[in-house]
DNA sequence: GCCCGATAAATCGAATGCAATATGGCCTAA
DNA sequence: TTAGGCCATATTGCATTCGATTTATCGGGC
């Protein structure tokens, strides 16, 4: 029943194939490989919402056994990704419109605290080059490209976050953001036309209070902007855009 | 070499008294256990700084065998309070200055939002009560008795974070208090007179701007607050603070 | 015909075993 | 005497195995 399954792998450690380029420069553990694959498999929607995760079947999808597979799960148990009902496995943690709602004010909380730390440490240049894509996701407002805007939007958000230069708020920060990846609404947020001129003038006043440097003030609107964000995700939610489990 | 460590705690499972209400109705998942007890005994710092961790030894002192033991330790890393390096097993992660530094900077990020949250949504009567522990407080701090002062003190943050209503906020805010919690800094913070004359005015307008409700004030509020809470804390480091592993 | 209980299969959680790697001590040589 | 390499031991990481619980299927009773 397990044709291939050789327990051999005969030194051939490198058949996880990490393409990954942060992997290259050290031997980034082994089985981390496994953690993020398992992960991304997940975040990226593989297997559906609230069902079980069959742990025989992702074993032969990662080639290893069930112990690296099981200590892998637990992990992202504890990032909140699954959850482990006692006796009965893994199960791909449904969001709920309350855990959804939590989830963006928390985001809110960081992001704020990312404007309010990157008002003391960001540089000129970093300033300018959040300008050049305020500027740039303005064009793509203007000419109604929502792809290109959201690309450009999680840019801004990313550039600020990393200015605040606080490695622990950052890898918070992606752990909450990879829990709401999970549902992909980022291409539906702004659907409403309305919200999403509200939301390039929010972006305005982001960018202001930035180049004043202004933290506290920064800190309002960006936690202000993710409220509304939430608003606009939650009632998305509510309207029931997720209640498909198979993409869209 | 690990004189005391009394492995015993005899089938007392129930010691960890999980608050939360989602474990409450279900016999709390036989290995979380485990996962809580080897986390309480590294922030209790029976570990010391930076040594191996002899997964052997962890089990049996906690009576298991190595498989479960090392799914704690993977998540204890997710954590951040150990980190696993390949093949060398685990070690109690060290907190530098600038990690400490990030940590109370994100505390303050999450205790801020916890008081903006807490302005939308806390009651009458929980004002009332933080503002009676304030008093137990300003008692504490009249009659110089800083144990009580730092238990109340604790307490009225606790009481804050409880006031925004937010799991996930709790939750996150949980785990880096932990991380913190393990440089038992708390009872040393404000070892200097005009410290906690400062703080105890800070707690002050703390206390005024959740009565009225402002909630982003009271957000900058307790940023600030946890910034000076911070400063004395990294200074306390930078003094040495730690480098005794063993308790005071 | 439907529901319920019993047995069988499957799955989960933990323990053990085995190969691979690191650690420490010892010996040899300069 | 000291530095460097080699071997024995211990420990880690993963696979496999074993007991326990759950889930599915089947037969009997109402």
């Known amino acids: 029943m397990f044709p291939v399954m050789k327990p051999m792998i005969p030194s051939d450690a490198t058949s996880k194939a990490l393409s990954n380029a942060d992997s290259a420069r050290e031997d980034l553990s082994l089985h981390d490989e496994i953690l993020t694959r398992l992960r991304d498999h997940i975040v990226e929607g593989n297997i559906p919402d609230g069902s079980r995760v069959p742990e025989r079947q ?32 893994a199960r791909v943690k449904q969001l709920s419109e309350h855990d959804l709602g939590e989830l963006f004010d928390v985001m809110g909380g960081l992001e704020g605290l990312a404007g309010r730390l990157a008002c003391e440490r960001i540089t000129d240049a970093e300033i300018a080059e959040i300008e050049r894509l305020h500027y740039e996701m303005y064009g793509f407002y ?6 290109g805007y959201f690309h450009v939007n999680q840019l801004i958000h990313q550039k600020i976050v990393e200015a605040s230069r606080n490695a622990t708020l950052q890898s918070s920060y992606a752990n909450l953001a990879g829990r709401i990846r999970r549902i992909r609404y980022s291409a539906n947020f702004a659907r409403k036309r309305e919200r999403w001129g509200e939301a390039m003038r929010e972006h305005e006043t982001i960018l202001d ?20 964000k939430r608003t606009a995700a939650v009632e998305h939610l509510a309207a029931g855009a997720v209640a498909a489990p198979e993409p869209v």
């Open 58 to 89: 992702l074993c032969e999808m990662l080639k290893i056994s069930r112990t690296p597979l099981r200590e892998a799960l637990k992990v992202l148990a504890s990032e909140g990704l699954v959850e482990l009902l006692p006796n009965r496995g």
């Open 209 to 228: 209070a930035l180049r004043r440097r202004a933290g506290s003030e920064l800190s309002d609107i960006l936690f202000a902007h993710l409220r509304n």
């Open 142 to 147: 203007l000419h109604r490209d929502m792809h």
